[in-house]
């Protein structure tokens, strides 16, 4: 089956179910800023944020050092021995979630004001937040989506069934505590779901180095430039702007960039679809590709387009007035939204062919340029010229992405031999 008549025939069982899943996931991110937003106003909200941003980068850290190469190495494999991998896999995310307790508490303790007081407000929460998204993506690996989209469905409903009392107690521990409410909700549900045990003993870290390591040193130190990138973005807009600003930017990247709900809907499931096609063919796994970004792109386009047009008064409307002078970048985040767009099929692809040397090349060369065009843009023009840093290095990091990636198929043709499944250290 070709990958158009694969992905029609997998769409409601798959695409569609990641895409209803992530509008469940989108919205409990959504419904964290717009809460906190109502509660406790611009500066309160850049303190959730900052905590926020501190979770997503522990988060990238779990897939990177594992999920992402997990489902990379053994999607493509007996069901039996998937199952073996998961067991594993499960006993090392919750040890990787307690110890990003413990630094998220120092982080905490250790560094004072606002900045301290956001790692804090969602230390309790990061077990059960990051073993929920380890059990999502292995549902999606088993091809359980409308399980992995119940899943979310019931973080999102547990949180908004919370949120009063949130608002009755007001408070940046209120507002997480909300949050995480859901997450515990979330994880526990996955654990039921999943129906898979830790594999206790210690030979697990053995088998961490020797199965995931190979290519997940490659994903993590992409990782870890990506989230560092992300973090300390948002501490220079911090210091260069103010909370306030960061608060802004980040209300408005959640109205007005769609990227935050297409990406994980798309790569969820094409990832492990990719890998599979890999198996069989490299030309399958490239035209899978390219139909994968096409269609990002064109969602993108169009959301991009009606919130430009129509979109605007979203912010004050669901904000308040007080945010409705960030109305105005409704363009230079949609400009960084199709860019990245444009990309996303083929980053699938490089994942898929655990084309760590190439993955990694594109996240520095996106890191740095965005990070040099923000801090100078933010510097001079203020919260618009830093959302235009955002659209400039995206925008390389696409050219990049297209470069390495023509390379990287034409290597593999010409080799004559799909992608093994198994991990390498030559990459």
């Known amino acids: 089956m070709n990958p158009l008549r694969r992905l029609r025939a997998t769409r409601v069982g798959g695409y569609t179910w990641g895409f209803v899943d992530q509008v469940c996931a989108s919205a409990t991110n959504f419904s964290l800023s717009l809460i906190a937003g109502r509660i406790l106003g611009p500066d309160g909200l850049g303190v959730v944020v900052i905590g926020f941003s501190a979770y997503l980068l522990a988060l990238g850290f779990q897939s990177s050092l594992l999920t992402t190469p997990l489902v990379a190495s053994t999607a493509a494999l007996p069901e039996e021995r998937r199952l073996v991998e998961i067991r594993r896999g499960l006993a090392v995310s919750i040890l990787a979630s307690l110890l990003a307790t413990i630094v998220f508490v120092g982080c905490g303790l250790g560094i004072p004001g606002q900045t301290g007081r956001a790692f804090l407000i969602l230390s309790p929460w990061l077990l059960p937040g990051m073993l929920q998204d380890f059990v999502r993506?292995?549902?999606?690996?088993?091809?359980?989506?409308?399980?992995?989209?119940?899943?979310?469905?019931?973080w999102l409903a547990v949180m908004i069934a919370t949120s009063p009392?949130?608002?009755?107690?007001?408070?940046?521990?209120?507002?997480?505590?909300?949050?995480?409410?859901?997450?515990?909700?979330?994880?526990?549900?996955?654990?039921?779901?999943?129906?898979?045990?830790?594999?206790?003993?210690?030979?697990?870290?053995?088998?961490?180095?020797?199965?995931?390591?190979?290519?997940?040193r490659w994903l993590g130190l992409e990782g870890t430039v990506y989230s560092a990138t992300t973090t300390t973005n948002v501490f220079v807009l911090n210091g260069?702007?103010?909370?306030?600003?960061?608060?802004?930017?980040?209300?408005?990247?959640?109205?007005?960039?769609?990227?935050?709900?297409?990406?994980?809907?798309?790569?969820?499931?094409?990832?492990?679809?990719?890998?599979?096609?890999?198996?069989?063919?490299?030309?399958?796994?490239?035209?899978?590709?390219?139909?994968?970004?096409?269609?990002?792109?064109?969602?993108a386009i169009v959301y991009v387009g009606v919130m430009i047009l129509f979109g605007r008064r979203l912010i004050p409307l669901l904000y308040g007035s007080p945010f409705r002078r960030y109305e105005h970048l409704a363009l230079p985040i949609g400009v960084w939204q199709v860019a990245a767009a444009a990309g996303t099929g083929f980053m699938i692809f490089l994942t898929a062919q655990k084309r760590g040397r190439e993955l990694v090349a594109i996240r520095v060369t996106a890191a740095v340029l965005t990070s040099a065009f923000i801090a100078l843009l933010a510097s001079t023009k203020g919260i618009t010229g830093a959302a235009w840093g955002y659209a400039v290095g995206n925008g390389c990091a696409m050219v990049l992405t297209f470069v390495l990636v023509r390379r990287s198929y034409r290597r593999e043709l010409y080799a004559g031999q799909p992608c093994s499944a198994e991990p390498s250290s030559s990459r």
Not at 137 to 154: C, G, H, P, V, W
Not at 186 to 204: F, K
Not at 254 to 282: M, N
Request: hydrophobic share 50%; charged share 15%.
């Open 137 to 154: 993506s292995m549902l999606y690996q088993e091809s359980r989506f409308r399980k992995a989209a119940i899943n979310d469905a019931t």
């Open 165 to 216: 009392v949130a608002w009755a107690l007001g408070g940046e521990w209120a507002v997480a505590g909300s949050w995480g409410c859901g997450a515990t909700a979330a994880a526990t549900l996955g654990l039921t779901q999943l129906r898979v045990r830790p594999e206790p003993g210690r030979h697990v870290l053995g088998w961490w180095r020797t199965r995931i390591w190979p290519f997940g």
């Open 240 to 299: 260069v702007l103010g909370a306030g600003s960061v608060g802004g930017l980040r209300v408005a990247q959640s109205v007005f960039a769609p990227l935050s709900l297409i990406l994980p809907a798309i790569t969820l499931p094409g990832l492990p679809a990719t890998v599979r096609e890999l198996a069989v063919s490299t030309r399958r796994a490239m035209r899978l590709s390219v139909l994968l970004s096409t269609t990002v792109t064109s969602v």
